[in-house]
């Protein structure tokens, strides 16, 4: 697993260099830090009735291109009729669905399990790194590729995240790992940041995700991957989230 990944849908990018993705093809990387946006939280407006959110409709009224995605936990205490108020809901415990009005989700069941799982995760990758020094995230080795391409070329930055015994611990671990026990590499820079701030973040951007579409039609979005850039905006989307009226609807849309 190579470190940078293809940025799905980011904000501006003028210029472009050749990167290497994920399955170790070549790929373009963005002249300047761009985030990775992959799923986008939309606060629907009101006027807009339950019929239009479809996946076909997307980029009409939100101006985006994507799918629907189940992301949310829909309510366990809500009435049965009240199921025709959320948007592709889908059966089973906890139930799935794109979204519906705020008082008809459990974010808070959402953000504890994400929490749980991450404090899962943590020590799992606290196993794996054991007595391994800290690493320089990829974002950091990019961001000094971009300054000066000449000193640093993108395959010795390359070279030299991967080169790191933490990496190359995390790398490993995941060739031999599946499913949920791998280890993201993009979140490397956030599991330094020790178990507690790892559970915040994962348990904050579980309701988040990675970008916040506003009732005006604002966008909320990290100015790149920098632990540091999506920590503000984990602050901005969680306190405009939480002066939404429970009768808000949210959709959750990859992009």
């Known amino acids: 697993m190579t470190a940078p990944r293809k940025t799905a849908k980011a904000s501006t990018t003028a210029q472009t260099s050749t990167s290497q993705d994920d399955t170790g093809t070549a790929d373009a990387v963005p002249a300047t830090p761009t985030p990775t946006v992959r799923v986008m939280i939309v606060c629907i407006p009101a006027e807009l009735p339950a019929q239009a959110l479809t996946s076909r409709t997307l980029d009409q009224h939100f101006g985006v291109s994507g799918t629907l995605v189940h992301r949310f936990w829909a309510s366990p205490s809500r009435w049965l009729w009240q199921r025709s108020q959320l948007v592709n809901p889908r059966s089973g415990?906890?139930?799935y669905c794109a979204g519906g009005p705020i008082r008809l989700l459990d974010l808070t069941?959402?953000?504890h399990a994400?929490?749980?799982g991450a404090a899962i995760r943590h020590q799992l990758w606290s196993r794996v790194?054991?007595?391994t020094r800290p690493a320089m995230p990829w974002p950091?080795?990019?961001?000094?590729h971009l300054a000066d391409p000449a000193k640093l070329p993108l395959p010795d930055a390359i070279a030299k995240y991967h080169n790191q015994p933490r990496v190359i611990a995390m790398r490993m671990h995941n060739t031999v790992a599946y499913g949920a026990a791998r280890l993201d590499l993009r979140e490397l820079e956030m599991f330094q940041g020790g178990p507690v701030a790892y559970q915040h973040y994962c348990a904050i951007?579980?309701?988040a995700a990675d970008t916040v579409l506003t009732v005006d039609g604002h966008r909320l979005t990290p100015a790149s991957d920098a632990f540091a850039h999506r920590v503000?905006?984990?602050e901005q989307a969680s306190h405009y989230l939480a002066t939404l009226d429970d009768n808000q609807r949210l959709l959750s849309i990859a992009l």
């Not at 950091?140 to 000094?144: D, G």
């Open 129 to 131: 790194v054991q007595g």
């Open 93 to 95: 415990h906890p139930t």
């Open 114 to 116: 994400a929490g749980v």
């Open 232 to 234: 503000t905006y984990l």
């Open 205 to 207: 951007t579980a309701i």
């Open 109 to 111: 069941g959402m953000r």
């Open 140 to 144: 950091q080795l990019l961001q000094q």
